[in-house]
């Protein structure tokens, strides 16, 4: 079933089962130089479809990486440059800690520092590193603080001193990059009240709920922002005066959907901006493609393309293409950037507006309604 | 083989670099520290030097900046001892005293090999390892890309020249080299390792040795870079731009 479901087995020199069967034969090494561990992005469908239940990728993968790691395999250049950024910087792209804010200069509404607050909080929200940095991000950055501003949400960020929840370095197989992340997340965590975390970074919220928990025996509340606006419709409702005449899709990213069924409160919080009218694509929900930036995935695409002659997320444009959508709708960072890059390199630019969920809130929430291509 | 590896710590440009009050050094309150690029390729080297023919690597760096990350991180990545060097004044120490301190360290009982970056971005001069073997009266060689050790008491090595061109040359032991590249990029050492190392090893410290500093080049003035307003900007549509940039370039005798 693993080797199936996984959308990139075709390009691997062994499917994740024909790994498996490798291994259990000692044939470790054959493993390790393979391209098979670097063609995983994490994406969940093999552990989804397992019927023995192994968790192939939140432990065999990152162990075999871990493995070639350790024996001295040399890394793809990208994804070595993103580990060692992380650990010196507490960011992949190597950016300056004390860049981390900047996002926040045009948002047009505070945006509050927890250490400069000086008390309490209702939300403290973890931006994390997409949104803080990478430019196409910073825009959902800033429409969720514009939102969360006018639904009066209490809210604080840590600013510079944040550092990488981790999962994609966990998924990466670094072990000891991710236990040094959570430590300082940890201490930073102890550092502050407030009532829950909220992200926008659903990888960020699968290491904080799943991972997290067991391995610090700390329990943090943690909720995506579609769950937490979901919660506040009452709140959010009023807001979204403006129309927004566009056929949208949503794209369940692997994380929220796979890994923790929130399939319904993205979904509603698109149906609640008036004028929306919601279309499926052909592989939704729990069969969704996954984008293929997750677990190491984003500073693997050359690895990829080099093996597969194509990324996951040109395929995955092609679904929303064939709904006639015009907006494809998203909740992930690392989508709007591999989407909207996807529709350029597949000669679809123009054709369907890729745009977060916060984006889409914002909008309506605005001045000015959408307008689509 | 004993291998002696000389890293230093450069300035990361990660941050803004502002100049000091002083006009003549870099600000160095928010001043990170990071390996110099070359230094990390000169351990690589030593450490594809052991790995191939045994030995021993020794990585000595100066106490300036991350200099302990740096030197676990050398452990982890397989060196067998580190060595930091204390008492150095904060604003660090010119090339040519870092030389003189490495010097009469190494001097006490010399390696067969000591390598050290070509040239670090704090200064582009390139001389700590040249300037070395001058003090220490060994043979020098810098630019180099390859090193190995095909015999006893000697190595030969691959250095590199303007315009392509690269020579092997073949050189007696005790020697100094000034590493560019090592033939592989330097290794991914797991931070599970650097913790590890953090943990389980120790830096061996020892006061730098003070030195009669050789005269070299004295800053008068720092700067940033002052762009001179030559820039000519086009206006237009992609099309009326793209015509001026062919009338640009041919006005030029740029294209035909």
């Not at chain 1, 959902?140 to 604080?156: E, I, N, T």
């Not at chain 1, 279309?279 to 930036?293: Q, T």
Request: contains cysteine; negative net charge; aromatic residues 6%.
């Amino acid at each position: 079933m693993c080797g199936g479901a996984c959308p990139l087995a075709f390009a691997m020199e062994y499917t994740p089962r024909h790994s498996i069967y490798l291994l259990k034969e000692g044939l470790l090494d054959q493993v390790l130089k393979s391209n098979t561990l670097w063609l995983c992005v994490s994406c969940y469908n093999c552990t989804a479809r397992c019927p023995s239940g192994l968790k192939i990728t939140d432990v065999l993968f990152p162990a075999l990486r871990d493995a070639a790691m350790s024996a001295g395999h040399t890394l793809p250049a990208e994804f070595k440059k993103a580990l060692d950024n992380t650990y010196r910087y507490g960011n992949s792209f190597g950016e300056a800690p004390r860049k981390r804010m900047d996002w926040a200069r045009v948002a047009g509404v505070p945006v509050p520092i927890i250490s400069q607050l000086k008390r309490p909080v209702e939300a403290l929200w973890l931006v994390e590193c997409y949104p803080s940095y990478h430019p196409r991000n910073q825009l959902q950055a800033q429409a969720m603080a514009r939102v969360l501003h006018s639904m009066g949400v209490d809210f604080a960020v840590l600013g510079p001193e944040e550092r990488c929840v981790g999962d994609c370095e966990r998924l990466s197989g670094e072990a000891g990059l991710f236990e040094s992340l959570v430590e300082q997340n940890i201490s930073l965590f102890d550092k502050y009240e407030f009532d829950e975390i909220v992200t926008a970074d659903p990888h960020a919220y699968n290491s904080l709920t799943r991972i997290y928990p067991p391995q610090t025996g700390r329990q943090f509340p943690v909720r995506h922002y579609v769950e937490f606006l979901a919660a506040r419709m009452d709140a959010l409702r009023p807001l979204l005066k403006n129309r927004v005449e566009a056929r949208v899709t949503y794209h369940d990213n692997c994380c929220l959907g796979r890994m923790s069924g929130l399939y319904e409160s993205p979904r509603e919080l698109l149906r609640a901006i008036p004028g929306i009218s919601l279309v499926e694509m052909p592989f939704a929900r729990e069969n969704a493609l996954c984008c293929g930036g997750g677990g190491g995935g984003m500073w693997l695409d050359t690895v990829i393309w080099q093996a597969a002659h194509e990324r996951l997320s040109d395929r995955r444009v092609a679904h929303a293409l064939s709904t006639g959508a015009d907006i494809m709708a998203v909740s992930c960072p690392f989508e709007a950037s591999r989407f909207e890059d996807a529709l350029k390199s597949t000669g679809n630019e123009g054709k369907i507006v890729v745009k977060d969920i916060i984006e889409l809130l914002d909008e309506s929430a605005g001045t000015q309604g959408v307008k689509p291509a | 083989m004993n291998i002696v590896v000389l890293l230093s710590m450069v300035p990361d440009l990660v941050e803004e670099l502002e100049i000091a009050p002083s006009g003549v050094a870099l600000d160095t309150q928010w001043l990170r520290y990071l390996l110099s690029e070359s230094d990390d390729h000169a351990l690589e080297q030593a450490l594809l030097l052991k790995e191939r023919h045994g030995g021993r690597v020794v990585a000595m760096a100066l106490d300036r900046g991350e200099a302990e990350e740096a030197l676990y991180t050398a452990l982890a990545r397989g060196a067998d001892e580190a060595v930091k060097l204390t008492g150095i004044p904060e604003e660090g120490l010119g090339k040519r005293a870092a030389a003189a301190v490495f010097g009469a360290v190494l001097k006490e009982s010399p390696p067969d090999l000591i390598l050290a970056g070509v040239q670090a971005i704090d200064d582009m001069d390139g001389h700590t390892a040249g300037a070395l073997a001058g003090l220490l009266g060994l043979p020098y060689v810098g630019v180099t890309r390859s090193v190995d050790a095909p015999g006893a008491g000697k190595v030969l090595v691959q250095k590199e020249y303007p315009g392509g061109l690269a020579a092997e040359i073949e050189v007696d032991l005790p020697a100094v080299v000034g590493v560019l590249s090592a033939p592989q990029p330097p290794r991914y050492v797991p931070v599970a390792r650097i913790r590890e190392a953090r943990k389980t090893k120790t830096i061996s410290e020892r006061e730098a040795p003070s030195v009669a500093v050789p005269e070299g080049p004295v800053i008068r003035r720092l700067f940033k870079p002052e762009p001179a307003e030559r820039a000519e900007m086009l206006d237009g549509t992609p099309e009326e731009m793209a015509k001026q940039i062919v009338t640009i370039l041919e006005s030029r005798g740029l294209v035909r």
